[in-house]
């Protein structure tokens, strides 16, 4: 654990802002950094930030479409021109939003020199990568995982850097704190950087704004993808020894998606658990990193998530041990795209290695398993997977066990959560919305510990299933006890 200069423990939060909401500065300004905040009361906080929105997609590539940025054009090395140009539009990018943030102020001018040095400086190394791997002696493939990482972490120091010179700017005493490790030959751990990057800081006296990217040996996005900087914002937290840790999005911790549902018919959900938290990731629900929640739960901090639009609201906490009073169903979840893939074979029946076996299969593609089922003579893995994927594996999968029928089929996955789902007519009650709304479930899955129910349905009705048990399980006061204290 870092102790902090005058610093008690448990005193301070660590609290990360989103990539949308470092983006509207009026609005971070206004609803989480400063508002009314004078004196003392603008300390005993620590920010980790995001970089702007789409920032990273420019310089990594497009999180959800794919779309190449900088770093997937330089890998794919067709051409030089293609990445020059995408840099320098990152670049322009950057400028642009300074430009937008500053007017014609000062501060603007402090803002271009620094993205002019930090892009300038990874043009350069990148130049210097191709040139070398040209002689044949060097592979580029060696180095790619480091240009990920250094361009990965301009996002963050951007967006950083330019948080601090606008709190200067209205007398706050802001302190940037880069732990990108940028033109830094010292190799340290995570925890090293970290320690040593707030080992003169005053917390009562200072805000630190803290880059949300950090080197470390391994990399950040090569262990965590792009969730790396709440990974980044957790470990904060549980080394300072935060009496909580906050994450400002663009929306509120509902019990549905507003824009399946309805926002008239959601609720914030106000209170759950960590296991709540990672069934939510499980579906590739933005509430926090399973990483990130790891590193909050067994360091036992209260997570909250507000929504930086409506600092009014409470938002919701998530904690270790909570669960609620009364049995009670708290977010119905989809995820659509899910190949099933389902693998019968007479033979499997007594054999007690043939699912690790499978297991062992399936680790060899880029497939993440959402869920499964099992019988005597089949076993069914409902995967994340891009469709390309899925083609390599069906053919392995044949291979490797020729005397089984290998079948995919793209499903939807709705689940309803809760920390304490074990109402008696819970399951029956779900099962009678899905009929009423001539949804055919295709699959479900119960397990003891009661914090899901999942059902299996055709991915066209995924939405028609969310509204149908959302309406059944939470909006009906028969059968959920949410009250207006989570409106």
Known sequence: MILLPNCELAVHTVEKIGGTSISNTSAVLENVLVGGRQGSALYNRLF??????????RLLEHKKTGKPGVYALFAGARSRSAWVEAIAEAHREMRRL???????????????????DRIEGVRGCLLNLQRISSYGYFRLEESLNAVREILAAQGEAHSAHNTVLLLKKLGVEAIFVDITGWRDETEMSLDARI??????????????IVTGYSRCPSGLVRLYGRGYAEVTFARIAALTGAKEAIIHKEFHLSTADPKIVGIDRVRTVGHTNYDVANQLSNLELEAIHP??????????????????????SDGTIITRDYISDTPRAEMVAGLRGVHALELFDPNMV???????????TLKCYDVRVVTKASNANSI?????ATPEAIAPLVEALQENFPTAAVATRTVG?????????????LTASAAQALADAYIEVLGVHQLMRNVDLIFIVDELRLDDAIRALHGALIEDSRLSSCSSAFR
Not at 200 to 205: A, M, Q, R, T
Not at 350 to 360: E, I, Q, S, T, W
């Open 380 to 384: 069914t893995h409902y995967l994340a």
């Open 98 to 116: 300074n430009a937008e943030i500053f007017g014609g102020s000062s501060e603007r001018q402090d803002a271009d020199e620094f993205v002019n």
């Open 291 to 312: 990483a990130a929640s790891k590193e909050l739960r067994r360091a036992n901090i209260p997570l909250r998530v507000k929504n930086t639009f409506d600092p009014r």
């Open 350 to 360: 007594g054999v007690n290695d043939y699912d690790a076996d499978m297991l062992k």
């Open 48 to 57: 980790v930030v995001s970089a702007y929105s789409g920032m990273t997609d």
């Open 413 to 425: 996955i709705v689940s309803v959560i809760g920390s304490a789902l074990n109402p008696q007519n």
């Open 195 to 208: 320690g040593t990057a707030l080992s003169e800081i005053d917390l009562g006296k200072q805000l630190p």
